[in-house]
């Protein structure tokens, strides 16, 4: 009895550990999943909405000017609300440092409802591309 409740014990453990280990390379990957993203995507969309915004084009105008001139349009991202807020917020802070001046709050809700947007079908990209 004692050397089967060992074995169980043994099992258990050995069974976390493999949970724990795997785990890990996942949680890496997301984060240089959004670091990547944050450096392809967010950077750029904020400076294309930028350089549009500095040249007198509405809100919804700039939008659309730097989803077209950034890789938005093209990436897939992972399945995960989460990953697209932090990209969000990446992205908000460079237009907030850069252009803050010319995009006033109500702007900013609709950038944020726009960036959103792309950023939900880049998560469902198979659902958006003809097979």
């Known amino acids: 009895m004692k050397k089967i409740q060992k074995e169980h014990f043994i099992v258990i453990i050995l ?3 493999v949970i724990f280990l795997l785990q890990t390379p996942i949680l890496q990957a997301l984060e240089f999943d959004l670091t990547a ?3 392809a995507v967010g950077k750029r969309f904020a400076s294309k909405f930028c350089e549009a915004k500095e040249k ?4 919804e105008s700039s ?4 989803l077209n001139n ?3 349009k093209f990436v897939a991202f992972p399945e995960d609300e989460r990953f697209i807020e932090d990209l969000w917020e990446f992205t908000r802070a460079i237009i907030r440092t850069d252009c803050g ?3 006033n709050e109500e702007e900013e809700i609709i950038l944020r409802d726009f960036f959103k947007e792309e950023g939900e079908i880049a998560s469902n990209r198979d659902l958006y591309l003809p097979n």
């Not at 007198?56 to 809100?59: A, E, Q, V």
């Not at 939008?63 to 730097?66: G, P, T, V």
């Open 15 to 17: 069974g976390f550990l």
């Open 37 to 39: 993203a944050q450096n």
């Open 56 to 59: 007198g084009f509405s809100s």
């Open 63 to 66: 939008s659309e000017f730097a």
């Open 70 to 72: 950034t890789y938005l």
């Open 101 to 103: 001046q010319y995009v």
